[in-house]
């Protein structure tokens, strides 16, 4: 499956390059370093599970997939939970999420009979946004919106990933330029971790593909037109042609869309 499925999209980065952290950013542990040696290159040519198989094995400590429910990771959970990969699945539940994202969830779990950890926002933060901007205080500016979703997610997301040695995404190169500087695995300076994304050179048409082979179970949205699923007042359908995460934040004109999970630079906490 995963030569009918590659991206044009470079892979082979000098990560001993990137393991060398930046002034004032955490260091990494030296297991890591034995541990990824030659790690581009074993990834590089292996499928997305033998890519999640080999980080574990080279990778003493917890590692993390982070997952937001859409196709790709619910492909990436199918062969975690298949494989009995030892990572733990995490996912961010903004209090906002669509009620179908929260069926898939309860399916996904009955089906595969394991637990996907929830980590929530932190309630005194939350409440003083709302209290300060309103329910839906997200419309009014870019400003309010990055700093909801640095309260419902970004915050939230340093706890979920506290202590690991990896964290593993489901982003795609395709998606968004901000998400193909990613790369399929980096050092993240600001984390003192590793991240991976096993589907970095992966088409969303070969992992629908994927998904339908195994039946997999996806969001409900995705038959009436939702291409890319967050937030329910954040996200819409978009039509054929469009860009796949254009219905997020649709409202703003400039800007990644992104909130800000997989931007490379250090988080800084709103003020
Ligand atoms: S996507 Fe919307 S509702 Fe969700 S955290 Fe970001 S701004 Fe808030």
Avoid at 30 to 37: K, L, T
Avoid at 100 to 108: G, K, P
Avoid at 140 to 149: E, F, L, Y
Avoid at 163 to 184: K, T
């Amino acid at each position: 499956m995963f030569d009918a499925a590659p991206y044009p999209f470079p892979l082979e980065t000098d990560l001993s390059a990137e393991l060398q952290p930046a002034a004032g950013a955490q260091t990494c542990h030296a297991d890591m370093v034995g541990g990824v040696r030659g790690l581009h290159s074993a990834l590089a040519k292996a499928s997305p599970v033998a890519r999640m198989a080999t980080l574990r094995e080279r990778l003493p400590g917890p590692m993390v997939f982070m997952h937001g429910f859409g196709i790709e990771g619910q492909l990436l959970l199918h062969w975690i939970c298949e494989n009995d990969l030892d990572i733990d699945i995490a996912t961010l539940d903004t209090g906002r999420l669509f009620p179908e994202t929260y069926e898939l969830w309860a399916r996904t779990e009955a089906r595969y009979g394991r637990r996907i950890r929830a980590v929530y926002p932190d309630p005194v933060a939350l409440e003083s946004y709302v209290g300060e901007h309103g329910i839906n205080g997200f419309y009014a500016s870019p400003s309010a919106r990055k700093a909801c979703c640095e309260v419902r997610k970004t915050a939230p997301l340093e706890r979920a990933l506290a202590g690991a040695s990896a964290w593993i995404s489901a982003l795609r190169a395709d998606q968004s330029s901000v998400r193909r500087d990613d790369g399929l695995v980096r050092f993240d300076a600001a984390r003192g971790m590793l991240k991976l994304n096993p589907l970095f050179d992966w088409t969303r048409e070969a992992v629908l593909d994927e998904v339908e082979a195994h039946d997999i179970p996806v969001n409900a949205l995705h038959a009436r037109g939702f291409v890319s699923i967050g937030c329910a007042p954040c996200t819409r359908a978009i039509k054929p042609g469009e860009d796949e995460r254009s219905g997020r934040w649709w409202w703003e004109d400039e800007g990644p869309r992104e909130c800000g999970l997989h931007m490379r630079e250090k988080r800084v906490p709103a003020a």
